[in-house]
């Protein structure tokens, strides 16, 4: 059993989707995001979209870094997180402004005061009004926040995004087919819409990043950072404090910035193609739960994805293998590896899609390509060799 089964979490969420099965999947089953019938207007050319998200674990990384800095500020991060897991996605059907926001944050409060809340929805509204300069506009409505120390033992940031939207500037990923490009596009580095370096990591995997970088320090101090019936051989077993320094291209950095670096939001690159090369975009897939393999669920049947050109996995990745001792399969499934958002073209318009990525200072390539297979079929080639996954 690999080190994250043991910790209680699943990259793949099987158990989830068991659960999940028998419900209605929208008008779009391929769809990134489920898609209804306009309920809220009536309107048969619109359509209705919710979803839910949040910063998930990445929480006890904030706290532990408040806790041993004192930098509450770094609780800002924690809200773009909860924002952009929600709106990335949204982004993937192809809806990039006019939406509400509404957050959900249990806390508990032996442990999080009012400061910290203060930056998580100050934080939020800051990141809204940075968006605005972009086109983007997110209304925030509040939300809930609730006082569940019983419930929670340092507290859980989560949200809903909805929009209306109109039917015919939908993304379905139905349009995924044979001959189609795959461009991918980087989450690390410093883009125009960011004020420090990025690692990439984004919000998915980090009950494994914490737990396999972080030293036992941490599960002797905080043990509210933790499930206590776990075994104490997947605790913490890393060699690293969250102020230990990497260099990064030239500059220290230390292990709880990788860890926390803010999950970068594509909206201003979507919502230049959207706007002005909407017939060009096939699918979008936003690489987050799933790792590498998240196309799995939401390309078509009869496809083989090809991934043969990946980014090399920036520094934070590596750190995270090297700690755990994960193999790649493993990495790969978990991890974006540096790259978050495919975008699925023809292959003669994904020099367009490139360049809309460096406008923002995003790198951008292709990375793959879609064939023609009997049954869905998904190869990965790592540096180490190649990987297969099946549906």
């Known amino acids: 059993m690999s080190l994250y089964n043991q910790r209680g979490v699943s990259a ?6 068991a659960a999940t099965k028998n419900l209605d999947m929208g008008l779009y089953p391929k769809a990134f995001c489920k898609i209804y019938p306009d309920f809220l207007g009536g309107n048969g050319d619109y359509v209705n979209i919710m979803h ?38 949204l982004l993937c059907v192809g809806v990039y402004n006019n939406i509400v926001f509404n957050s959900t944050i249990d806390r508990n409060k032996k442990r999080i005061p009012g400061e910290v809340l203060e930056q998580i929805i100050n934080g939020s509204q800051e990141l809204f009004d940075n968006l605005k300069q972009y086109g983007i506009h997110i209304q925030y409505l509040g939300g809930e926040t609730a006082d569940v120390g019983d419930v929670v033992r340092t507290i859980a940031v989560n949200g809903t995004m909805t929009s209306r939207w109109p039917k015919k500037k939908l993304i379905t990923n139905e349009k995924i087919q044979a001959g189609d490009a795959i461009v991918g596009l980087a989450g690390y580095g410093q883009c125009a819409y960011e004020t420090e370096y990025n690692s990439g990591l984004g919000s998915n995997g980090l009950t494994s990043a914490r737990h396999d970088v972080l030293s036992k320090y941490y599960a002797q101090k905080y043990p509210e950072t933790f499930e206590p019936t776990l075994n ?84 934070i990745f590596d750190l995270i293998q090297k700690a755990g001792n994960a193999p790649a399969r493993e990495m790969y499934q978990v991890f974006n590896m540096g790259c978050r958002l495919e975008v699925y073209t023809p292959e003669k318009d994904a020099e367009t899609i490139i360049k809309a990525a460096a406008q923002f200072g995003i790198e951008a390539r292709i990375i793959g390509r879609v064939e023609a297979a009997k049954q869905q079929e998904l190869i990965i080639q790592t540096k180490g060799g190649e990987l297969k996954f099946g549906a």
């Not at 793949?12 to 989707?17: G, I, T, W």
């Not at 500020?73 to 990335?88: E, T, Y």
């Open 52 to 89: 839910a998200d949040g910063a998930g674990t990445k929480s006890i990384l904030a706290y532990l870094y408040w806790k041993e800095t004192g930098d509450v500020s770094v609780w800002k991060g924690i809200a773009q997180d909860a924002i952009v897991m929600n709106l990335d996605d």
């Open 12 to 17: 793949q969420k099987e158990e989830v989707h």
């Open 232 to 315: 104490s051989n997947v605790v913490y077993i890393g060699e690293h404090k969250m102020t230990d320094k990497r260099n990064v291209d030239g500059k220290e950095i230390t292990i709880g910035k990788l860890l926390l670096s803010p999950t970068r939001t594509y909206a201003p690159v979507l919502k230049v193609l959207l706007e002005e090369n909407f017939n060009a975009v096939h699918g979008l897939i936003h690489c987050s739960g799933g790792g590498q393999t998240k196309c799995l669920k939401y390309v078509p049947e009869k496809v083989r994805i090809v991934k043969d050109n990946l980014f090399t996995p920036p520094v």
